[in-house]
């Protein structure tokens, strides 16, 4: 069997655990095998449909008043709990920050080989080749893993999300786990409301990102009146983070947000590589920069030489303009 962790929270699913069903669908195709779902927590139940449109014929639901939010070890612990019931070749869960802290959970606790950020899988009854990420996203790795179960992350935002409707309803397969007391440990115990919760920028068609160039956080006003136009979300480089302009949580890069919009504008952005690893699922990039030399113009679609405190505002001007 092929077991799929899905993300969600609260009932939110996570695209990329759809682009892994996409993987999870060709492997379990390709050894022959069943695959089924974990969705963890009540609220889990609410995706069971959407799982049936992307071809998963089972879903396991680990239910438990304690489940209701995120908690590491204890979603470790439910898929350990499935695993000990069936034959399982390979578990996968898609890789973001989550899919890889409960991999780790459950490789530590089951001794069992973990390949993160992997973009191909190729399995026999011998082995496990994957073809995965390393330095986030600069350099692919060709890796082996030998073992009973192998537990994989799939790369978010490079392979596509494939509807694949089945035929007939998705069995629903309920579980009450039972936990170790370390379980819990680690849990989301309250949730801050982002003052300016709008459009993430993870999810945003259009992504408008500030560097150095911006030159401090009252600079980002017109990034984020062209944000706004755009219906767009606004990110920075490190420095602009590093410098306290904008807050860690709009970091694009290695150590921030991947995102994957259709149009990246980045203002005042050199395009460090550790910068562009975070922006290379972008379709479109539009760098705007003094400097032609910078290293982000030979990687971007559309560039503009000049000084983004003037072409930023002539944009927010053009746009609306052609809005009337
Ligand atoms: P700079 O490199 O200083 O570039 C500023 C650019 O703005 C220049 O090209 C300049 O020509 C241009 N400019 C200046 N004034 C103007 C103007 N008025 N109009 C238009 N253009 C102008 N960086 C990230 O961004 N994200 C990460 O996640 C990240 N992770 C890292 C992890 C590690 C382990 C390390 C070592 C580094 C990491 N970095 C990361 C830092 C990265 O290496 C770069 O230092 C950083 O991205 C540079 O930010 P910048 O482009 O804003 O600044």
């Not at 069903?21 to 927590?41: C, F, K, M």
Request: contains cysteine; charged residues 25%; proline residues 4%.
């Amino acid at each position: 069997m092929i077991i799929a962790i899905i993300e969600h929270d609260r009932g939110t699913l996570h695209n990329a655990s759809l682009e892994m069903l996409t993987v999870a669908r060709a492997l379990a195709a390709d050894r022959d095998t069943s695959l089924a779902a974990l969705l963890i927590g009540e609220s889990g139940r609410e995706i069971v449909k959407t799982l049936g449109a992307y071809g998963v014929p089972v879903a396991y639901l680990a239910v438990d008043d304690s489940l209701e939010d995120y908690a590491p070890r204890a979603w470790a612990e439910s898929a350990l709990a499935v695993m000990d019931q069936e034959n399982v070749e390979v578990v996968l869960a898609a890789g973001t920050d989550r899919g890889h802290e409960v991999l780790a959970h459950v490789a530590s606790l089951a001794d069992l080989p973990l390949a993160a950020n992997c973009l191909e899988v190729k399995l026999d009854d011998e082995r496990c080749r994957v073809t995965r990420q390393r330095w986030g996203g600069s350099l692919l790795e060709e890796a082996e893993l030998r073992g009973e179960t192998y537990l994989l992350s799939i790369a978010p935002h490079l392979i596509p999300a494939e509807e694949t409707p089945l035929d007939g309803e998705v069995e629903i397969r309920e579980f009450q786990p039972s936990f170790s007391d370390r379980a819990f440990r680690v849990q989301v115990t309250g949730r801050e409301q982002d003052e300016k919760a709008g459009i993430s920028l993870t999810d945003a068609r259009v992504v408008i990102g500030g560097g150095r160039g911006v030159g401090g956080a009252e600079g980002f006003t017109a990034l984020e009146e062209l944000a706004d136009l755009l219906d767009g979300a606004v990110g920075g480089s490190r420095v602009a983070t590093n410098n306290g302009w904008r807050p860690h949580k709009d970091q694009i890069g290695q150590t921030g947000n991947r995102i994957a919009p259709d149009l990246y504008i980045a203002c005042g952005i050199s395009g460090a590589i550790q910068h562009m690893v975070g922006c290379q699922g972008a379709k479109n990039i539009l760098a705007i920069n003094t400097d032609p030399q910078a290293p982000i113009m030979e990687k971007a679609d559309y560039v503009v030489v000049g000084d983004l405190h003037e072409v930023v505002p002539a944009i927010v001007d053009e746009v609306k303009q052609r809005k009337r």
